[in-house]
């Protein structure tokens, strides 16, 4: 499974950008998506994650701000974040829960990380 993510940009404080993520392959099932983030020296932290049953869940850090969606149809997810704040500045990545068809045990993938950059 393969994802490919977009929507990074520069933004002033305030400012809104959206992140899409997309996974593609075959013979898999998506269990949840989810977007991280992380800045130089730091780990990686959660940001937002959906199931495909609609349950989400949201760092406290950005909860109220952020709000993240899926179109499971397509094995996309969405990463809508406004009122962005220069400590929003990282390289944000996606992640998926997925499974072969037929198979019990949950495998994760990444996309490759898009920067967002938020000047004060």
């Known amino acids: 499974v393969q994802l490919q993510a977009s929507g990074g940009g520069l933004v002033q404080a305030g400012g809104f950008l959206r992140l899409s993520c997309t996974a593609s392959?075959?013979?898999?099932?998506?269990?949840?998506m989810g977007w991280y983030r992380q800045t130089p020296g730091n780990q990686r932290d959660l940001v937002a994650s959906?199931?495909?049953?609609?349950?989400?869940n949201y760092a406290d850090a950005v909860a109220g701000r952020f709000i993240i969606s899926g179109d499971f149809t397509r094995k996309t997810a969405y990463l809508q974040m406004s009122t962005l704040k220069p400590e929003d500045t990282a390289a944000y990545y996606c992640n998926v829960a997925w499974r072969y068809y037929g198979r019990t045990n949950i495998k994760n993938s990444w996309g490759q990380g898009t920067l967002v950059t938020v000047s004060s």
């Open positions: 392959g075959s013979g898999f099932s998506i269990e949840a």
């Open positions: 959906i199931t495909t049953s609609g349950v989400t």
